[in-house]
């Protein structure tokens, strides 16, 4: 039996990880807590063999004003929790960093990518793995998971804006693309691998195969018993979105994890390490 510590209680990940692994009541005991106030600093973790951490700041326009924020929750808040996983003897942490690491909105993401983030939530995530890095031991595995876009029912962000949009038009472009997303339940299965196999490193779990947002528009309107034509006589209009706008770019352009010769390494049966 291993005891789960998992942080966000209210977040997305982090209430389908809870959900998937209470499947396996014989493996996993889970305990979800927020960390919105300072009340976890006083909950006893030497009862934890590993904490995934997820929350964080997400999905909130980013100003002047609000830019600590993102430092004060997505590294200093990480950090310290780490800090207090290591000393109460937890042998393992697992954060959930992002893609935004990389500071694109398209391309081709290798092994050998630098990271370079431009917006306040990459920086602050980039610089809560330097840290957890520096504290990686024999004694306390640190995993750093820099998932794609997360997408399945009930998902906020990007991905909601494409179901509405779905919904709402009559037609819709046959603009050709690839996309690197992830599946929460395979998120959720990828992190009990993580769980068991005390993984450490840098990993870039995404689904088998890249998808077309033109298709996944198409598909979500399936699923909504409505039917949503593709035409190329659209795609003009697509192309300046994307070539215009940092929106269109995100939502049309390709930006995928590829592992040269070895792409199953960066989907979720393997991993990839770093």
Known sequence: MRNILITGKTGYIA??????LACFPEKYRVTSISVRSDTWKGLDLSQFDTVVHTAGIVHK????????LYYKVNRDLTVELAEKA????????????SVSVYGIDEGVITRMTPPNPVTHYGKSKLQAEERLRSMDSDMFAVTIVRSPMVYGNGCKGNYQALVRLAKLLPVFASYENQRSLIRVD????FLSQAIDGKLRGIYFPQDPEYFCTSHILQQI???????????PLLNPIVHMAKSCTQKGRKAFGSLIYKGGDCVEKFCIESGASG
Request: hydrophobic share 35%.
């Open 15 to 20: 209430q389908q990880l809870a959900e998937y």
């Open 61 to 68: 326009k980013e100003t002047p004003e609000n830019a600590s």
């Open 86 to 97: 290591k000393s109460s003897g937890v042998r393992a942490f697992i954060f959930l960093s």
């Open 186 to 189: 395979r998120l959720s299965r």
């Open 221 to 231: 309107a399936a699923e909504s018993g409505k039917r949503l034509p593709l035409t």
